[in-house]
């Protein structure tokens, strides 16, 4: 079973440019999570879809970050503009709907750096 | 709101020695996930917790829930260093598929 991709994996741009990551969810995993881990940190929640629709984005700073997920597969994650304290690892997890627990599995992640 | 702390939050040790990573939480739960971190990688779930008494183990780590004490404990057994990690609990809420997570205990085992 292939696991969730996720694209680039390292990324550096200068503040106030914008970037994008994609993300692809094990195949059939209804519900997709966008975290962002800071060095030494846990990671931060910042949007869950469940299917095309949001569940929670109540942590994710809509002035400068969006989020979709077209057709309840792949997502895209992009910041506009992006500032110095936007660096850290973006990492995209999935787990399916129902059974009555929430496995999350996760992507490798993203590393944006911005200077 | 649900918290989730972990203690310690860092944990040096020598090679052949146990210790115990704890993990409590504040709210009515019984789903618990324990995951592992190496340094520059993603998060790779280690354990899955459903239920009161429930007890995982996977060579020298075993995982425990006590529901009533909103605790959960990850027990190393014999450490060595490819145990050296990061791990994380995390917390089901029930309403929403959402993980709410600890702060990670970082472990280094020294040979």
Same mark, same amino acid.
């Given at each position: 079973e292939a696991g969730v991709a996720q694209s680039p994996r390292y990324k550096i741009i200068e503040k106030r440019q914008s970037v994008a990551f994609w993300c692809n969810p094990i195949s059939g995993h209804a519900t997709l999570y966008w975290y962002q881990q800071i060095l030494g940190q846990g990671p931060k929640l910042l949007i869950q879809f469940q299917n095309n629709g949001v569940?929670? *984005? !109540?942590?994710?700073?809509?002035d400068r970050f969006s989020a979709e997920r077209l057709k309840g597969v792949d997502s895209t994650l992009k910041i506009q503009?992006?500032?110095?304290? *936007? !660096?850290a690892v973006y990492l995209c997890a999935s787990s399916t709907q129902g059974f009555g627990f929430t496995e999350a599995f996760f992507g490798q992640g993203t590393r944006l750096t911005v200077v | 709101e649900l918290k989730v702390e972990q203690n310690p939050l860092f944990l040096s040790m020598q090679e052949g020695k146990n210790y115990t990573i704890y993990c409590n939480y504040s709210t009515t739960s019984d789903r618990l996930y324990w995951y592992r971190q190496d340094p520059g990688k993603s998060l790779e779930s280690l354990f899955v917790l459903l239920s009161n008494g429930a007890v995982k183990q996977e060579g020298r780590l075993m995982a425990s829930l006590d529901t009533k004490a909103r605790l959960s404990t990850l027990h190393i057994t014999a450490?060595?260093?490819?145990?050296s990690a990061t791990y994380f609990c995390a917390v089901d809420?029930?309403?929403?598929y959402q993980l709410i997570w600890g702060a990670g205990t970082k472990l280094i085992i020294k040979p």
């Amino acid at each position: 079973e292939a696991g969730v991709a996720q694209s680039p994996r390292y990324k550096i741009i200068e503040k106030r440019q914008s970037v994008a990551f994609w993300c692809n969810p094990i195949s059939g995993h209804a519900t997709l999570y966008w975290y962002q881990q800071i060095l030494g940190q846990g990671p931060k929640l910042l949007i869950q879809f469940q299917n095309n629709g949001v569940v929670d *984005d !109540s942590q994710l700073p809509k002035d400068r970050f969006s989020a979709e997920r077209l057709k309840g597969v792949d997502s895209t994650l992009k910041i506009q503009p992006a500032k110095l304290e *936007d !660096s850290a690892v973006y990492l995209c997890a999935s787990s399916t709907q129902g059974f009555g627990f929430t496995e999350a599995f996760f992507g490798q992640g993203t590393r944006l750096t911005v200077v | 709101e649900l918290k989730v702390e972990q203690n310690p939050l860092f944990l040096s040790m020598q090679e052949g020695k146990n210790y115990t990573i704890y993990c409590n939480y504040s709210t009515t739960s019984d789903r618990l996930y324990w995951y592992r971190q190496d340094p520059g990688k993603s998060l790779e779930s280690l354990f899955v917790l459903l239920s009161n008494g429930a007890v995982k183990q996977e060579g020298r780590l075993m995982a425990s829930l006590d529901t009533k004490a909103r605790l959960s404990t990850l027990h190393i057994t014999a450490a060595v260093h490819d145990l050296s990690a990061t791990y994380f609990c995390a917390v089901d809420e029930w309403s929403n598929y959402q993980l709410i997570w600890g702060a990670g205990t970082k472990l280094i085992i020294k040979p």
